[in-house]
């Protein structure tokens, strides 16, 4: 048993540190003076450690506009995901209604759907409406998926019945329930969803780039993207690096505060019926 335990656990580490070292050593290149990195590139200690590129992040550019853009863009479809999902979710579980069923496998047979291929549909349906380069564009496509809708109606298959029973004998109307009663017991699989979209709509690259065809209304990958070549022509990799860095802290920041959330979240989801 306890070899079992110590293979696993080092397996988990080798797969850790596999995961660890990209990030590792884009730090290292963030820190490096780019005159140091013309002569080397791969190495995994700062060759003379320079704040400098972090510097022309907020100096130079249009990159605090992308990152701007990127925390409105993800910020809104979080929040607009998390209301309907869940109101979807709770009616798929708890509520009666004709055709449910019918409904509710037609929503999970979108997880069979590649995104890629609804991309000229939604492209035609907002040219239509002369909306591209806007934030509406941007994050309207991503607030309703198969995955979220399915993950939240496993959360509110494990509420009993009897609470929103007992909502009802009160006299509470089904949207009183669902607000003030279920709602507040879903945060573990809310929280999970949450973290699963936010970090989706932050690493989007392809919806942005078809949608977003202006440099002002670019979100952080986009825009990151956009610089790749001019910087490597520059040689000026530490910048990109530096940039690299700064779009991975939010995402590395919202795993720390709710990692216990997260995993609480899915096992629940996981382990109801």
Known sequence: MKRTKLLTHAILIVLAVICIIPLYWMLVMALTPNAALKLNSTALWPQGLTLVNFA??????LTMRWFLNSVIVTGMTTVLTLLF??????AFAKMRFRGKSFLYAFSIAGLMVPKEAMFIPLFLMFS?????????????????????VFIMVQFFRSIP????????????SAYRTFFQIILPTSLPAMTSL??????????????PLVSATRKEMFTLTTGLASLQGNFAQATELGSLMARGVIACVPLLILFLIFQKNLIRGISISSGSK
């Open 56 to 61: 022309g992040v907020f100096n130079a550019g």
């Open 194 to 207: 949450g973290i699963f979209t936010f970090v989706l709509t932050w690493n989007d690259y392809l919806w």
């Open 161 to 172: 019945d009897s609470i929103s029973e007992a909502a009802e004998i009160d006299g509470a």
């Open 128 to 148: 239509s409406l002369q909306a591209h380069n806007t934030y509406m564009a941007l994050y309207l496509p991503r607030i309703a998926t198969p995955l979220g």
């Open 85 to 90: 999902h869940s109101m979807a979710g709770y």
